[in-house]
């Protein structure tokens, strides 16, 4: 990566400097040129005098003062503009009619300067406005004067946000080990870049965007260099906090100029990093300074990527460890429309990152590669990484010209250890219950007619959470649900929890989500599609509105309200029988299946067929 070598807060205060020296130059200009401004002039004129100004039509305003016992007037002067006056109290009872005739306004207060609004704008905002103009002018021209003259890397350091851009990132799919699926969304991007005249030729739009979502330090950033690097594109990265802690309009500002840029480099590769910084939803709650900064970046972003041509072959990636936190406009067609998972690595995964990672350090002719990936289930590419690493520093310690299997497996202690992880890696033992939860689901769901085949199962922990997921796909399209298959929906569901009693004789908080998309669907088939003998077809729940959540309310009294729950309990209680004994009658299958699956972290479906048919 290139650095930029400008310190953060350097640019920050010459900016400070800057606007403080404006304003003290606009404040002296001010004293000099307009004194009325500064104090108001107000000239005293004869009793006389005032009476001849209003017959001659001069005066607008008057008024009397009566802590001062003056009259105050304004009158316009030869150009026309106002001027102020004040005169003694003279005994005048004609005075009000004489004013009357001759449309003065009079009143008990004193004329208000009736340009103060106007003044203010005059002598303060637009001079500070033309010196800002200048400034930004000036800037620009310093940044042109630079950038010309740069060699294969540039970069732009205005303000303080960074945008690097490189001509070529030198990174290839080789360097990017065990995420396949990932890759291979992403070739059609590399390709559309290579080519993008065949895709416009036949009238191809490829999406513009394209979100990296997963935990970190799985190789998100990775992966997006390694796009324009397969496609020798430049490759332009900013990250989203850096946005967050510029001057208000700054970041708007960054999001342009990036898109600008980019527009002239194309085609190319646009990279924003942690994207959710910017992208968080938008909330109308709080009205801090620093939220509207926030949202007007995101605003500039979201206008950015509907304006630009998509043909014109500049790709925007960008990654989050939080995609659930992300505001739903980013991901909307035409703008972040492509969502590509970037998982944790399984098994053989890991031992690919190990040997990328190995390949520029010297190594014991038998290492076990195998070995320290079965030791590192829930690591990802980047404590692979850094595992590779610390053991080539512990060999070089030991005093060493190699790394032993030893210096691998010292690492793995300290690197996992090292790391303050929450629910990362698993203790064998719990590795062992996920799997045994996972087949569960799995075998109930395959020894059941009607319900959907299994196509994958993995105790690899997900972005989204769960430490394991079993993954089942209709064939076809399916629109409507029997009863039968609905009972046999909550008896998948309830599979998993009753594999680890069966099994462990405990249980664990691990069923959670099962059981709360149990109860739901129970209570749906009561409430909703009528499917118990109690209730008939009679709708007990309406959904509010299925677009925007499809939240229901009870539409029943208190009493029909609480059969409805003993019903529902007694759904989920006959699918968890249910699951129960038919995990019973296969036992031997799920021990072989779990330890199948214990063993490879991931099967597909027909893995799982062969073994249940064999
Ligand atoms: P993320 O952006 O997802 O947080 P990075 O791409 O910054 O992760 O990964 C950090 C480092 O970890 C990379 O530079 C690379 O050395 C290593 N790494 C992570 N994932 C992989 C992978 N799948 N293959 C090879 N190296 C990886
Ligand atoms: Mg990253
Ligand atoms: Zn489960």
């Not at 026309?80 to 008990?108: C, M, W």
């Not at 590399?190 to 935990?215: E, M, Q, S, T």
């Not at 014109?312 to 909307?332: C, F, H, M, Q």
């Amino acid at each position: 990566m290139i650095e930029n070598n400008e310190g953060g807060d350097k640019p920050k205060k010459s900016i400070l400097y800057y606007y403080g020296l404006t304003l003290l130059v606009v404040m002296l200009l001010n004293a000099l040129f307009f004194p009325s401004v500064m104090q108001r002039k107000v000239t005293e004129v004869g009793y006389s005098e005032f009476i001849t100004m209003v017959n001659d039509d001069k005066v607008t305003e008057a008024a009397v003062d009566y802590s001062s016992q003056q009259i105050m007037f304004v009158a316009k002067d030869g150009n026309g503009a106002d001027q102020y006056f004040k005169t003694g109290i003279f005994p005048d009872n004609g005075l009000i009619e004489r004013l009357q005739s001759h449309g003065v306004k009079f009143g008990s207060e004193i004329p208000k300067q009736n340009s103060t609004l106007v003044n203010l704008i005059l002598t303060w905002v637009v001079p500070i406005f033309i010196f800002i103009l200048i400034g930004q002018l000036l800037s620009r021209m310093l940044m042109k004067k630079m950038g010309g003259g740069m060699g294969p890397a540039m970069t732009f350091g205005k303000a303080n946000a960074k945008i690097y851009a490189e001509t070529e990132t030198g990174v290839t799919f080789d360097d990017v080990a065990g995420e396949e699926e990932s890759k291979d969304a992403l070739t059609e991007i590399v390709d559309f870049l290579h080519n993008p005249d065949k895709y416009a030729a036949i009238g191809a739009k490829l999406p513009k965007g394209a979100l990296l979502v997963g935990p970190p330090g799985t190789g998100k950033t990775l992966l997006a260099k390694a796009v324009a690097g397969e496609a020798h594109v430049p490759f332009f990265s900013i990250s989203g906090s850096e946005f967050v802690e510029m001057f208000v309009g700054m970041g708007a500002a960054k999001v342009r100029d990036l898109f600008k840029q980019a527009s002239e480099k194309a085609p190319c590769i646009v990279f924003i990093d942690e994207i959710d910084t910017i992208g968080k939803k938008r909330d109308n709650g709080s009205g801090l300074g620093g939220n509207d900064e926030r949202e007007q970046t995101l605003n500039q972003l979201l206008t950015e990527m509907d304006g630009f041509d998509g043909r014109k072959g500049v790709v925007i990636l960008a990654a989050t460890n939080r995609p659930e936190s992300l505001d739903a406009a980013l991901l909307r067609p035409g703008r972040f429309d492509r969502r590509i998972p970037v998982e944790l690595p399984d098994l053989s995964g890991r031992e690919a990152i190990l040997r990328v990672h190995s390949k520029n350090v010297k190594m014991d002719m038998d290492i076990d590669f195998g070995a320290i990936a079965r030791a590192t289930s829930g690591a990802s590419g980047a404590e692979l990484a850094n595992i590779v690493n610390e053991a080539a520093l512990r060999a070089v310690r030991m005093g060493r010209s190699y790394v032993k299997q030893e210096d691998l497996e010292e690492s793995v202690e300290t690197v996992i250890a090292g790391y303050q992880r929450k629910n990362a890696v698993l203790s064998p033992h719990e590795k062992k219950v996920v799997s045994y939860h996972e087949i569960g689901h799995a075998l109930v769901a395959a020894k059941q007619s009607d319900s959907a085949p299994v196509t994958k199962i993995t105790i690899i922990p997900r972005t989204s959470g769960a430490l394991g997921y079993t993954m089942q796909v209709d064939e076809g399209e399916k629109h409507l649900m029997s009863k039968e298959e609905a009972q046999n929906k909550i008896a998948t569901l309830t599979g998993g929890r009753s594999a680890e009693e069966l099994i462990f004789g405990s249980i664990t908080t691990g069923a959670a989500n099962d059981i709360e998309q149990a109860t739901k669907l129970a209570r749906a088939m009561i409430t909703r599609y009528g499917m118990s003998r109690e209730f008939d077809m009679v709708a007990l729940e309406t959904v509010n509105n299925q677009y925007l959540g499809g939240d229901t309310s009870l539409a029943c009294s208190a009493d029909t309200s609480a059969m409805i729950d003993r019903e529902v309990v007694a759904t989920v209680k006959a699918a968890h029988e249910k699951a129960i004994s038919i995990l019973k009658e296969n036992i031997d299958k799920l021990h072989e299946l779990a330890n199948y699956l214990l063993e490879k972290e991931t099967i597909t479906g027909e893995e799982f067929m062969s073994i249940l048919n064999r």
